[in-house]
């Protein structure tokens, strides 16, 4: 887990090898890594998506700004980027559940409902998007 | 860095950080709903433009509803363009100053939830005290700035 390992001794014999350990894929560590790299990437994108808004100010440029979030590329990254809120929203939901109500459910079996629940969220809700690029791909006369 | 104080603030941003993501499932919902799926304020349509399209400033276009309430809010002969989308909310004599809060505290809440997160992925693997020290400057300074340009672009906009 991320805590902040600040005050651990830095290279005992035991720290590296806990250190190696870390890294064998495990389930739970799926489920961990995943919602690493999807806060990260969410990080990012906040990081763009303030600094692009400085066009709310412009009529002109934020038209720009948002027509150009309609090409092909954009709309396949806002498929991603719902793919990515979703997993990381349920994932840390859970994490606040076992973690704030000391729930100790089966975890693999929670892990895999919501994750059930995610697929389906990302299914309808990025259905639109997607049936646009197919239409935009495969349709467009 | 004395090690009781560390841990002690360390206790309370980690609950900090639960609870902010806890707030962020809520906010992100409401976010989506206007930004996606509401017919009068999505912002972004369902259109997908080429680049040609983009080049001759092609604008997506916005539903029956978007454009009527445009028309309704700036004259029969407004063009509905994105910017006119968003100002429907952020421009509204009565609820622009909810909208606005509501988008500066959303910013506050996100930036935290994400720096501090991003901290925590940092003191994972940069183990060099003072490199460490440095990206945890660097980082929240980032933060600070965008939190000060998100709040003046949403505050002017439309006011
Ligand atoms: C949708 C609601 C959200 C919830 C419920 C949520 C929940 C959580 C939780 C509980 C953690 C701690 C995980 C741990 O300590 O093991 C976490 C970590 C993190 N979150 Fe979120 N979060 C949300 C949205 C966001 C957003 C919008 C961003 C980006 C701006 C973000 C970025 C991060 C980052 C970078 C981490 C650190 C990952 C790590 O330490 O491995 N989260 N989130
Ligand atoms: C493709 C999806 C998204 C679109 C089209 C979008 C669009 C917008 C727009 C047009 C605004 C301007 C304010 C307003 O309309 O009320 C805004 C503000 C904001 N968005 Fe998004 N957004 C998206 C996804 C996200 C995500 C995933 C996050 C969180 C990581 C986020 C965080 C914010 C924040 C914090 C603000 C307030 C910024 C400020 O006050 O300056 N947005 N968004």
Redesign the interface.
Known sequence: M??????QP?KSAASQDSRFQRYRVRTGMFAWMAH?LS??A??AY??VH??G?????D?AS???L???????IF?IG?FLLLAA?VYH?LN??R??LI??LGWSPNQKRLFWALGGVAAVLIVV?GY??IS??I??FFLAA | MASRAASTSNAQSWFLHRITGTFLIFMLITHFWVQHYDQQTATISHDVLSTEQIENDVLPGYTPEAEAAVEARFGETAEVTPHDVVMLRLADPVYAVLWKAFNILFLIVALHHGFYGLNNVMSDYIRNPMARKTAKVLSWSLALVLFVVGTYSVLVAGW
């Open positions: 991320a805590v902040d390992t600040i005050d830095a690493r806060g990260l969410l990080v906040l990081v303030v600094w808004l400085r066009a709310l100010t009529r934020f038209n720009e948002i027509a150009g979030y309609h090409a092909p709309k806002e809120v929203a840390g939901f994490i606040v973690d704030f809700g639109p998007t646009s690029l239409d935009y």
